[in-house]
Protein backbone atom coordinates (compact mmCIF):
# COMPACT_ATOMS: atom_id res chain seq x y z
CA UNK A 1 0.00 0.00 0.00
CA UNK A 2 1.04 3.42 -0.77
CA UNK A 3 -0.30 6.67 1.32
CA UNK A 4 0.51 10.07 -0.01
CA UNK A 5 -1.10 13.34 0.76
CA UNK A 6 -1.03 16.89 -0.14
CA UNK A 7 -1.51 19.71 2.52
CA UNK A 8 -2.88 22.81 1.04
CA UNK A 9 -3.80 26.51 2.92
CA UNK A 10 -6.64 24.92 4.56
CA UNK A 11 -7.17 21.21 3.75
CA UNK A 12 -5.31 17.89 3.28
CA UNK A 13 -6.10 15.82 0.59
CA UNK A 14 -4.65 11.80 0.41
CA UNK A 15 -4.33 9.53 -1.73
CA UNK A 16 -4.11 5.64 -1.02
CA UNK A 17 -3.36 3.02 -3.72
CA UNK A 18 -3.21 -1.13 -2.90
CA UNK A 19 -3.34 -4.32 -4.39
CA UNK A 20 -6.30 -6.59 -3.74
CA UNK A 21 -6.28 -9.99 -6.00
CA UNK A 22 -6.18 -8.64 -9.51
CA UNK A 23 -7.38 -5.42 -8.93
CA UNK A 24 -6.03 -2.17 -7.98
CA UNK A 25 -7.76 -0.55 -5.52
CA UNK A 26 -7.89 3.50 -5.11
CA UNK A 27 -8.87 5.84 -2.37
CA UNK A 28 -8.70 9.93 -2.21
CA UNK A 29 -10.13 12.92 -1.17
CA UNK A 30 -9.91 15.63 1.61
CA UNK A 31 -8.92 14.57 5.17
CA UNK A 32 -12.28 15.21 7.39
CA UNK A 33 -14.33 15.64 4.21
CA UNK A 34 -14.54 13.62 1.44
CA UNK A 35 -13.69 9.92 0.64
CA UNK A 36 -13.80 8.71 -3.06
CA UNK A 37 -12.72 4.82 -4.18
CA UNK A 38 -12.47 3.55 -7.79
CA UNK A 39 -11.25 0.02 -8.83
CA UNK A 40 -9.01 -1.42 -11.77
CA UNK A 41 -9.23 -4.62 -13.14
CA UNK A 42 -5.81 -6.10 -13.69
CA UNK A 43 -5.83 -7.76 -17.00
CA UNK A 44 -4.44 -11.37 -17.27
CA UNK A 45 -0.89 -10.37 -17.94
CA UNK A 46 -0.81 -7.34 -16.19
CA UNK A 47 1.71 -5.79 -13.66
CA UNK A 48 -0.16 -4.49 -10.95
CA UNK A 49 2.91 -3.57 -9.24
CA UNK A 50 4.12 -1.88 -11.89
CA UNK A 51 1.12 -0.21 -12.35
CA UNK A 52 0.69 0.92 -8.99
CA UNK A 53 4.30 2.53 -8.82
CA UNK A 54 3.51 4.44 -12.39
CA UNK A 55 0.07 6.20 -10.22
CA UNK A 56 2.52 6.99 -7.44
CA UNK A 57 4.59 8.44 -9.17
CA UNK A 58 1.98 10.64 -11.43
CA UNK A 59 0.72 11.88 -7.52
CA UNK A 60 3.81 12.93 -6.85
CA UNK A 61 4.66 14.88 -9.59
CA UNK A 62 1.28 16.45 -8.56
CA UNK A 63 2.91 17.33 -5.44
CA UNK A 64 1.38 14.59 -3.25
CA UNK A 65 4.43 12.81 -0.68
CA UNK A 66 4.52 10.17 1.41
CA UNK A 67 1.80 10.46 4.49
CA UNK A 68 3.57 10.83 7.45
CA UNK A 69 3.00 8.51 10.85
CA UNK A 70 -0.45 8.21 12.11
CA UNK A 71 -0.24 10.33 15.62
CA UNK A 72 -1.79 8.34 18.44
CA UNK A 73 -4.99 9.90 20.68
CA UNK A 74 -6.43 8.60 23.81
CA UNK A 75 -10.28 9.85 24.52
CA UNK A 76 -10.38 9.67 27.90
CA UNK A 77 -14.09 9.69 29.82
CA UNK A 78 -14.42 9.36 33.60
CA UNK A 79 -17.86 7.72 34.32
CA UNK A 80 -18.52 9.09 38.48
CA UNK A 81 -22.14 9.27 38.42
CA UNK A 82 -23.48 7.53 35.54
CA UNK A 83 -23.35 3.44 34.57
CA UNK A 84 -22.50 1.58 37.37
CA UNK A 85 -22.55 -2.20 36.19
CA UNK A 86 -19.67 -3.30 34.14
CA UNK A 87 -21.42 -5.02 31.78
CA UNK A 88 -23.45 -1.82 31.01
CA UNK A 89 -20.80 0.23 30.57
CA UNK A 90 -18.81 -2.46 28.69
CA UNK A 91 -21.22 -2.86 26.07
CA UNK A 92 -21.94 1.79 26.13
CA UNK A 93 -18.45 1.79 25.89
CA UNK A 94 -18.08 -0.38 22.47
CA UNK A 95 -21.00 1.35 21.05
CA UNK A 96 -19.27 4.83 21.38
CA UNK A 97 -16.25 2.96 20.00
CA UNK A 98 -18.32 2.03 17.00
CA UNK A 99 -19.74 5.45 16.58
CA UNK A 100 -15.85 7.14 16.67
CA UNK A 101 -14.87 4.13 14.42
CA UNK A 102 -17.44 5.24 11.73
CA UNK A 103 -17.03 8.94 11.74
CA UNK A 104 -12.72 8.58 11.44
CA UNK A 105 -13.33 6.02 8.66
CA UNK A 106 -16.11 7.62 6.85
CA UNK A 107 -13.79 10.90 6.34
CA UNK A 108 -10.50 9.16 6.52
CA UNK A 109 -8.71 10.73 9.60
CA UNK A 110 -7.94 7.67 10.81
CA UNK A 111 -9.04 4.72 13.04
CA UNK A 112 -9.79 3.50 16.86
CA UNK A 113 -7.53 0.57 18.16
CA UNK A 114 -9.15 -0.60 21.35
CA UNK A 115 -10.81 0.21 24.01
CA UNK A 116 -9.98 -0.21 28.30
CA UNK A 117 -12.11 -0.16 30.81
CA UNK A 118 -10.25 0.40 33.77
CA UNK A 119 -12.23 0.19 37.91
CA UNK A 120 -15.74 -0.02 36.14
CA UNK A 121 -15.38 3.93 36.42
CA UNK A 122 -12.89 4.90 33.23
CA UNK A 123 -12.85 4.35 29.38
CA UNK A 124 -9.55 4.79 27.64
CA UNK A 125 -10.80 4.73 23.07
CA UNK A 126 -7.39 5.24 21.35
CA UNK A 127 -7.42 6.27 17.85
CA UNK A 128 -4.62 6.67 15.24
CA UNK A 129 -5.21 9.93 13.06
CA UNK A 130 -3.76 11.83 9.99
CA UNK A 131 -5.24 15.48 11.42
CA UNK A 132 -4.94 16.01 14.79
CA UNK A 133 -7.18 18.88 14.94
CA UNK A 134 -9.87 17.94 12.35
CA UNK A 135 -9.65 14.27 14.76
CA UNK A 136 -10.48 16.41 18.01
CA UNK A 137 -13.15 18.47 16.30
CA UNK A 138 -15.16 15.42 14.78
CA UNK A 139 -14.34 13.19 18.39
CA UNK A 140 -15.86 16.08 19.92
CA UNK A 141 -19.10 16.38 17.60
CA UNK A 142 -19.53 12.33 18.39
CA UNK A 143 -19.07 12.52 21.83
CA UNK A 144 -21.28 15.61 22.39
CA UNK A 145 -24.22 14.05 19.94
CA UNK A 146 -23.81 10.25 22.16
CA UNK A 147 -26.26 9.59 24.88
CA UNK A 148 -25.17 6.01 25.57
CA UNK A 149 -22.16 6.77 28.92
CA UNK A 150 -23.80 9.72 31.13
CA UNK A 151 -20.24 11.19 32.35
CA UNK A 152 -19.02 14.11 34.49
CA UNK A 153 -15.75 14.42 32.32
CA UNK A 154 -13.99 13.94 29.00
CA UNK A 155 -10.60 14.82 27.39
CA UNK A 156 -8.52 14.09 24.85
CA UNK A 157 -4.86 12.98 25.48
CA UNK A 158 -2.27 13.02 22.62
CA UNK A 159 0.64 12.54 24.93
CA UNK A 160 0.35 16.09 26.09
CA UNK A 161 -1.37 17.81 28.28
CA UNK A 162 -5.39 16.70 28.21
CA UNK A 163 -7.39 18.83 25.89
CA UNK A 164 -11.09 19.08 27.73
CA UNK A 165 -13.82 18.22 25.31
CA UNK A 166 -16.70 19.83 27.34
CA UNK A 167 -16.84 22.63 30.03
CA UNK A 168 -19.64 21.30 31.45
CA UNK A 169 -21.45 17.84 31.87
CA UNK A 170 -22.93 15.65 29.25
CA UNK A 171 -26.25 14.46 29.91
CA UNK A 172 -27.78 10.97 28.50
Not at 93 to 119: A, C, H, Q, R
Amino acid sequence: MYELSKKLAHETHYWKVWKHQKRICVEYGVIGFSKESEEIQLKLFDNGSKLMKRLVEEKRSQGYVNSDEKEAIDIVIHNDNGVSEYDVLKKASFELYEMIEKELMETSIGFPDGVDINDESRVIITCFVEDMDIAIQRIRQVISAQKLINVNQISLDNGGEPIDVMVKDIKS
